[in-house]
């Protein structure tokens, strides 16, 4: 799928009158472990820029968060310029990527890119057609991604029976099966000596919240209200009703670093206490990120140390910030991960 985009967006930016071509792909980065989807050159009358390429497929406001954490990651790595392609990019999220200053090029001939002597900004041409067949790895969709998130939180997991991994995280045994032999094949489960360990990395994290954004953080959506004022939110108690703090507010606790628009709380119901106390409504209309509340379903059954300070497991958080789209949320992720995560994850 990967191979069809990156063909696509090449063909489409040479149909704009640019040279544009894919000079390798899986390309390892200097003094690391971690690759690049492909090495991409493009430029014209001779001029040009190579680039390191993330490839994307479907990308949307949800999804933006976690594509920019992996193209800070190339960074990191590797001083190389790097471009983000997709198979289409609307214009409200090409205008969003470009305030971002992230270079991108998609299928139907849209791009923001900084060649020499040369910008290049092209917005609102649709695709022709949309490959819409998901080839996405098990353990990347939601059942997948559920039992991620328990492997991540109980690391020790990884190497337990079968059983007892569908038991602890409320997983059907043939899912294990299938999620364990996809994270063997992209290099995320080792075992030595038959005892199994979880390779998990950053880029693994990334991988992760990015699905999560795709496909299971939508569907755990309860209900979404308003608030007269946020103001004392840090006075609100949700764990009164078995709930707990997730994406903004959380980050908050966390960091001391922002100040939430939207109050994420994860519990098995919409508290009935929350809602009368704070007079929460449900009205939606020209409903704005500011002064809102919703509460998402806790799709996990197990406690971590998180429970006692009323927070959802940080990896969660990092996921919440990343699917806003938010600038700010997003640089608030990477203190998130610098301050819970990068022992876990580290950089490979």
């Given at each position: ?171 059907a045994l043939g899912t294990i099966n299938w999620v364990m032999r996809d994270l063997r094949e992209l290099g995320f489960l080792t075992a030595i000596k038959r005892v199994r360990r979880l390779q998990a990395t950053k880029r693994m994290l990334d991988e992760w919240a990015l699905a999560y954004a795709r496909t299971l953080r939508p569907k755990l ?128």
């Amino acid at each position: 799928m990967e191979a069809h985009i990156l063909d696509a967006a090449m063909t489409a930016l040479r149909a704009q009158g640019l040279d544009a071509e894919i000079k390798a792909r899986d390309v390892p980065l200097r003094a690391t472990q971690r690759r690049a989807d492909a090495l991409a050159r493009i430029g014209i009358d001779g001029r040009a820029v190579e680039y390191l390429v993330e490839a994307k497929r479907r990308l949307t406001p949800a999804m933006l968060g976690a594509a920019i954490a992996q193209l800070d990651q190339l960074k990191a790595h590797d001083k190389r310029p790097q471009i983000l392609v997709t198979d289409y990019v609307t214009p409200p999220l090409a205008e969003q990527l470009r305030t971002m200053n992230t270079q991108f090029a998609d299928t139907a001939g849209n791009a923001y890119l900084r060649l020499p002597g040369m910008l290049v900004w092209v917005t609102g041409k649709r695709p022709q057609d949309i490959v819409t067949a998901d080839p996405t790895p098990r353990a990347f969709q939601p059942t997948g991604i559920k039992l991620l998130f328990g492997l991540f939180c109980l690391p020790e997991l990884a190497a337990a029976p079968y059983r007892e991994i569908a038991a602890r995280t409320g997983t059907a045994l043939g899912t294990i099966n299938w999620v364990m032999r996809d994270l063997r094949e992209l290099g995320f489960l080792t075992a030595i000596k038959r005892v199994r360990r979880l390779q998990a990395t950053k880029r693994m994290l990334d991988e992760w919240a990015l699905a999560y954004a795709r496909t299971l953080r939508p569907k755990l959506l309860m209900g979404r209200y308003r608030a007269p004022t946020l103001q004392d939110w840090q006075q609100w108690r949700p764990e009164k009703e078995g709930s707990l703090w997730g994406g903004e507010p959380a980050a908050a606790l966390l960091t001391r670093y922002l100040k939430p628009g939207v109050l994420t709380i994860y519990g098995k119901e919409v508290p009935g206490r929350l809602v009368l106390e704070h007079r929460l409504t449900t009205e939606t209309r020209g409903m704005t990120n500011d002064h809102v509340v919703e509460f998402r379903n806790r799709f996990w059954d197990f406690d971590t140390p998180e429970n006692k300070l009323h927070l959802v497991p940080p990896a969660l958080v990092y996921a919440d910030l990343l699917a806003t789209g938010d600038a700010r949320c997003i640089e608030t992720a990477r203190l998130v991960y610098d301050g819970h995560l990068a022992r876990l994850f580290p950089e490979a």
